[in-house]
């Protein structure tokens, strides 16, 4: 669909959603409503040579963009129970495509999966919880991260920041098809000390791939947090330690070197086994200072080992930022926020893409190995409750971990209905 088009149809459905974007009457049993965002970007030209036209961020200026719409509707059968579907629409395309960085400037842009030139809406989610006391219980299709590793700060490209390497841990390799959603069980605890959640969901049957493996015996991914909440200087704060572990059919890096024929360049997916197991984990404090800013700080990593699978081609990250409302200056509403990630790949890892190896996510053919480093800002205009407008800005350093690529800064718009 030719983006004028596409870009019409979207605007008419976000009139329609924000006019009325949520129903929910206390003593009904239903509930009603859905969001749309769209993103434009275009980046600047990168230095540097060995550009891989496949997997590359550059090396000219790119212009991109993605487009979602989503619905949810939800029925309430008895106390404590929900039943939800959420459709969803996205269309869109990289710059210039979705790969290069591990950190790519666009979380949103992970919706649109197999881009196509009309593609078809999809289910997104569609799950059952249900609440008892302290416990709750959740199966289903949804998206991992929207019960770990979740932040007020730096979860959703739709309303906080864009990056991917911020929307939760980098080095998090979480479940999910190409679009991000998977199916699973969550079950949770909650105190007003702590909460403690654990899941299990399907992994994709390639890496990257559309498709889930419902092979649950030699294909799963395994999550366990907990949090912590405490009082510093009379403000909450928050601490979530999350790991996890992935069976899955996953190649490794050190074997893929070790098996290249001479003169080739090393091939992960010949040395994919079932018996692949990925682990890692890492840390998310979250700080509100006063009313008006919330600062996050993460730390996570991973094996390093086995091929990334499913979201991203980090193996250790850190991250932090906060956001501040705009009430100092009289607009409630608006948000300023800063943010900061650099992100780096394991020995083993880094040696397969220089050696020429190539993943979903990364590989330009040569890689001269320097950690990525990302400086995320955006300014959001709120007009009134539903609608929202921002001004994003990213500079990217080392994209794709490669120092003799870059830099690049990414400047973007964003508009949200909800």
């Known amino acids: 669909m030719p983006l004028p088009v596409f870009a019409m149809r979207l605007l008419l ?46 090396p000219d200026a790119n212009f991109g963009w993605s487009g979602t719409v989503s619905i949810f509707l939800g029925v309430l059968p008895w106390k404590g129970a929900l039943l939800q579907i959420e459709p969803e629409y996205a269309n869109g395309h990289g710059m210039p495509n979705a790969s290069g960085v591990a950190g790519y400037p666009n979380g949103e842009i992970v919706r649109t999966g197999v881009i196509g030139t009309n593609p078809p809406p999809y289910v997104a989610r569609a799950f059952f919880r249900q609440e008892l006391d302290a416990f709750a219980i959740t ?31 980098g080095a998090w390799d979480y479940a999910a098809d190409t679009r991000g959603y998977t199916y699973g069980l969550v079950l949770g605890y909650e105190h007003p000390l702590f909460e403690i959640r654990t899941g299990i969901a399907l992994m994709p049957q390639i890496a990257n791939g559309p498709d889930l493996d419902w092979n649950i015996v030699q294909s ?44 080739k360049a090393p091939d992960i997916i010949a040395t994919r086994s079932h018996s692949a197991i990925k682990y890692g984990g890492g840390i998310l404090v979250e700080q ?12 996570g990593l991973n094996d390093g080992q086995t091929e990334t699978f499913a979201f991203t081609e980090i193996d250790l990250s850190i991250s932090l930022g906060a956001h501040m409302t705009g009430a100092y200056w009289k607009r409630p509403l608006d948000r300023l926020a800063l943010a900061f990630v650099t992100s780096g790949l ?27 480093s990302i400086l995320e800002t955006y300014y959001l205009v709120g007009f009134g409750e539903h609608i929202e407008a921002s001004a994003d800005m990213q500079a990217i350093f080392n994209p794709g971990m490669n120092a ?7 400047f973007g718009l964003r508009l949200h209905g909800h």
Request: charged content about 15%; some cysteine.
């Open 13 to 58: 459905l976000f009139l329609c959603l924000t006019a009325r974007a949520e129903e929910k009457v206390e003593d009904s049993t239903w509930l009603l409503g859905g969001h749309t965002t769209w993103v434009l970007q275009e980046n600047t030209a990168l230095s540097g040579k060995n550009f891989n036209p496949a997997l590359s961020f550059g």
């Open 139 to 169: 199966v289903g299709k949804f998206a991992l991260n929207d019960f770990f590793d979740s932040s007020r700060v730096a979860s959703d490209p739709r309303r906080h920041f864009l990056n991917w390497a911020l929307m939760d841990q």
């Open 220 to 263: 799963q991914s395994g999550m366990l947090e907990i949090e912590f909440k405490y009082q510093l200087f009379k403000q909450p704060g928050l601490i979530k330690a999350m790991s996890y572990i992935n069976h899955a059919n996953m190649g490794n890096y050190d074997s893929a070197i070790r098996s290249a024929t001479a003169g």
């Open 288 to 299: 509100q200072f006063n009313r008006e800013i919330l600062a996050f700080l993460r730390a």
């Open 346 to 372: 394991s020995n083993s890892h880094a040696n397969y893409l220089a050696a020429g190896g190539v993943g979903f996510q990364l590989g330009d053919g040569a890689l001269n190995y320097g950690w990525e």
């Open 404 to 410: 003799g690529h870059g830099p690049t800064v990414v």
